[in-house]
């Protein structure tokens, strides 16, 4: 049962969150790092890939169709240790991202957390679920 | 310690780690990734620290407990086949074997706290000049957005895990962050004499008791928990040796190393100008 993901234990790693560990591939100088935004659609794709994870959302215009915002977030390696799967998030399910935004303005960022419906909370960084 | 102990760099390019480092000191805040090394820049973007290999590293190290560097130009060594005796005596060494990770916030800490951190490195007449020159040029961002590894001692200082693997007259670190291999030898050999520039360098070590020195020193303090502190002496760049610090790392006996193919999917990149991007454009293009 993949929907089965700890997320609670997920929850319990807000301390470190994801922002110092980018810092392995790349620096945050294309996000904006001073603001936060939250932004709310359904999962597209989910890229369990290296060196980082995509989250791609669809989010509905003002013109009656969907924009499709792209969320960078940790590595398979680094999140598989931490209770993500590459069935964590699939196609259709409804989120809220929190995310940094891009400084260029284009529909996408970097993952700080995610919120399903039901109040579950996705973090990439932080707590590790082995004993 | 500083006359047995022994760094020996190669190229003009491997002192562009003091030039940078003296620029970032102010603004490290992840002590995880507080790594510099020469042939390394740093990129003080968003206050952030970070590694920036734009060149390959040159670096060569040498064991500590030697009495003097010893060169060799001949860089092949022709290994005896290990005896039982030289088995047995791998079990005699602290079991480094088995996945490590960095202990988040167990990254460098520096005898001396912050206001150590911030003075930095002190430097040679001549390396301070050019400190101050590179003041004046314009950050670049990492050639690690591109894929290319960082080289040491960045990879040293990933989030991902080390495997350790302990063989008669060599200990192999296999890191999992971009799928790099890290061989120190230790049976003896002496460092090349010429070197061609890479981006490890050349490591020999030697075990002294529970420690191995190499320019790092490894050792255990509990059963699943290893320091690893680094000291560099540059004497053309720094006119005394330089702390590093200490990372902790912790054992995971039930982790294995996995796959960081970094081209896999990178949408990450920076230009010809140093500048960083993303491409957003068309997700489907992502592997599946």
């Not at chain 2, 167990?106 to 003075?119: D, I, L, P």
């Not at chain 2, 996995?258 to 896999?264: Q, T």
Request: proline letters at 8%; glycine letters at 10%.
């Amino acid at each position: 049962m993949k929907n089965t993901l700890p997320e609670t234990v997920i929850l319990a790693s807000l301390l470190v969150g994801s922002t110092g560990l980018a810092l392995a591939h790349h620096s945050f100088a294309a996000f904006d790092m001073a603001s936060q935004r939250d932004i709310s659609g359904t999962v597209k794709k989910f890229d369990w890939t290296n060196p980082h994870t995509w989250v791609w959302i669809d989010v509905p215009n003002d013109h009656g169709s969907v924009d499709t915002w792209g969320f960078e977030g940790m590595s398979p390696n680094y999140l598989a240790r931490r209770g993500w799967t590459r069935g964590t998030l699939k196609p259709g399910d409804k989120l809220t991202v929190t995310f940094r935004p891009m400084k260029n303005g284009e529909n996408g960022g970097m993952w700080v957390s995610g919120k399903r419906p039901n109040g579950g909370v996705l973090l990439m960084g932080g707590a590790i679920t082995d004993p | 310690m500083a006359e047995t102990r022994t760094l020996r760099s190669f190229a003009h390019r491997t002192r562009r780690f003091v030039i940078g480092y003296q620029l970032c000191l102010s603004s490290i805040r992840t002590a995880g990734i507080s790594s510099v090394w020469p042939g390394a820049q740093q990129d003080c973007r968003e206050g952030e620290f970070e590694m920036r290999c734009t060149r390959p590293t040159v670096v060569a190290f040498l064991a500590a407990s030697l009495p003097l560097a010893r060169f060799a130009a001949a860089q092949k060594v022709t290994r005896k086949a290990p005896t039982a005796q030289d088995w047995a005596a791998i079990a005699k060494l602290p079991d480094f074997n088995g996945v490590w990770e960095m202990v988040f916030g167990g990254g460098a800490a520096r005898s001396g706290g912050r206001s150590a951190r911030v003075a930095g490195p002190p430097l040679t007449p001549a390396y301070a000049a050019k400190a101050q020159a590179e003041r004046a040029q314009p950050a670049r961002e990492a050639e690690t957005a591109n894929c290319l590894p960082p080289g040491l001692p960045a990879i040293m200082g990933q989030p991902y895990p080390m495997e350790f693997l302990l063989t008669p007259g060599q200990v192999t670190i296999v890191i999992e962050a971009y799928t790099q291999v890290r061989h120190i030898y230790t049976d003896g050999r002496p460092l090349p004499e010429d070197p061609d520039p890479t981006f490890y360098g050349t490591s020999v070590g030697v075990w002294e008791g529970d420690t191995l020195r190499v320019v790092e020193h490894f050792r255990l303090t509990d059963p699943d928990t290893m320091t690893i502190e680094t000291t560099v002496i540059d004497p053309e760049a720094l006119a005394m040796p330089y702390s590093m610090g200490t990372r902790t790392l912790k054992r995971h006996r039930n982790w294995t190393i996995a796959e960081y193919v970094c081209e896999e999917n990178n949408r990450n990149f920076v230009d010809a100008q140093g500048k960083a991007g993303i491409h957003l454009a068309n997700p489907e293009a992502s592997p599946k």
